[in-house]
């Protein structure tokens, strides 16, 4: 089955201790990108990647790292939470992220809780 | 800057009822729309995608409609079921958005509630 793979669900952690988000797709896709979702202000790019070893700031990159290192995987780092990324996060790809014709696919989100 | 505005909020239907859900963005030079459904708790699931070429795209009881040049699209659900009940959010790929290639600017949804 074609989708993209978040890991874990469902993460609570402390305040500055390292954690990364991993998202695996299956479909060959080129462009990957990661979203936050918080009440009232909807979602939000935070990085992007165009391909393997390419990868750009979205509009919320405050705080967040990616890597691209293989096609499939696009895993999110943070190097050291705080509470305000606490939010709901969303892997996403796409067949190709410049130009149109292709939709996203989104994988199941990641609730994380800083305390 | 593209925003994305989706009206009304949260609406509330018998079951059976056909409804229509709203999208608005502020710049017609857009790749795409979709339209996605997020459950509580859960991802985004793509629902519909239309090309800004196109002028509507079918699946099922799920009717979407673009009209570039207004700045519109609707999302048209057909004898709408309880099992309808999630929020429709819809997405638009712009062409110009500065340095960030690719990016979806979404609205901040439509709760629909299907009362059986």
């Known amino acids: 089955e074609a989708q993209v793979t978040q890991n874990p669900r469902y993460l609570i952690t402390v305040t500055g201790k390292k954690l990364t988000v991993t998202c695996s797709q299956n479909m060959n896709h080129e462009y990957m990108s990661w979203y936050r979702q918080d009440p009232g202000l909807g979602l939000r790019q935070i990085y992007y990647s165009m391909n393997v070893e390419v990868t750009d700031k979205g509009d919320v990159p405050e705080g967040y790292k990616v890597s691209r290192k293989e096609k499939r995987n696009f895993p999110l780092i943070l190097e050291s939470p705080s509470p305000n990324q606490t939010s709901l996060y969303f892997c996403?790809?796409?067949?190709?992220?410049?130009?149109?014709?292709?939709?996203?696919?989104f994988g199941s989100g990641t609730r994380l809780t800083v305390v | 800057k593209q925003e994305v505005t989706q009206i009304p909020a949260a609406l509330s239907v018998p079951e059976g009822e056909n409804l229509v859900l709203n999208c608005s963005f502020t710049?017609?030079?857009?790749?795409?729309l979709q339209w996605f459904r997020q459950d509580p708790g859960k991802g985004l699931t793509s629902l519909l995608l239309i090309q800004s070429s196109q002028r509507e795209q079918t699946s099922g009881r799920l009717n979407a409609s673009l009209d570039k040049s207004s700045g519109r699209s609707t999302l048209y659900i057909a004898a709408s079921q309880p099992g309808d009940s999630a929020t429709y959010l819809c997405?638009?790929?712009?062409?110009?958005?500065?340095?960030?290639?690719?990016?979806?600017?979404f609205g901040k949804g439509t709760k629909l509630s299907v009362k059986p």
């Open positions: 997405a638009v790929k712009p062409m110009n958005y500065g340095g960030s290639q690719g990016n979806l600017i």
């Open positions: 996403a790809s796409s067949l190709g992220g410049r130009w149109g014709l292709y939709g996203y696919t």
């Open positions: 710049d017609s030079a857009i790749y795409n």
